[in-house]
């Protein structure tokens, strides 16, 4: 695992002062230009899904669904992207969340989760937990469950991970990376 973490860290480029003054950004575009770490990236995640028992893998927008849809196909599971609000047509489930400077809402196809699933959730940096949370919730009220939360970053001076894990009911939260 030692060998996977320093090939990903070293295809994760930071940019200073991006999007605002003082935040150091972590750009995985390299990462994913770069077919030898997207690869180990997408089998790590995959056996993520196949330990956990997901039927599906959730990524979310727009990060996650970069990262969700190859570990879906390479796990042999369907792939559900949680977009923004007003993005998907059709009956959707909507969950509107508290950010840092105000609120959004994420949405889910209302059809395309059952009872019978086990929901891989994939995204690309875990920092508040926020959007995470919202996820797990629509994920429920869709009457699936939650196999587990896989991230490549996990920023934990924000304090992301004690806000997931009262909604997960035991499931795990996996960072690749933690920052």
């Known amino acids: 695992m030692t060998d996977i973490k320093e090939l990903l860290l070293s295809r994760i480029r930071d940019v200073a002062d991006y999007p605002e003054p003082g935040v150091m950004f ?44 190859p570990v879906a196909v390479r796990a042999g599971l369907g792939f559900i992207p949680v977009r923004k609000a007003g993005k998907l047509p059709g009956a959707t489930l909507s969950q509107s969340y508290d950010l840092e400077y105000g609120s959004a809402e994420i949405e889910i196809h209302a059809e395309d989760l059952s009872a019978d699933d086990r929901v891989l959730i994939v995204d690309d940096v875990l920092a508040t937990g926020g959007t995470a949370e919202a996820a797990i919730q629509l994920i429920h009220r869709a009457g699936a469950e939650v196999s587990g939360v896989a991230i490549l970053m996990e920023l934990t001076f924000l304090s992301g991970r004690p806000r997931l894990d009262s909604a997960l009911r035991g499931a795990p939260v996996e960072s690749l990376l933690t920052i």
């Open 26 to 69: 972590k750009d995985i575009t390299p990462l994913l230009a770069d077919p030898a770490a997207f690869t180990a990236l997408t089998d790590a995640f995959a056996e993520i899904a196949e330990r956990t028992g997901a039927t599906k893998v959730v990524g979310l927008e727009a990060r996650g669904f970069i990262l969700g849809a």
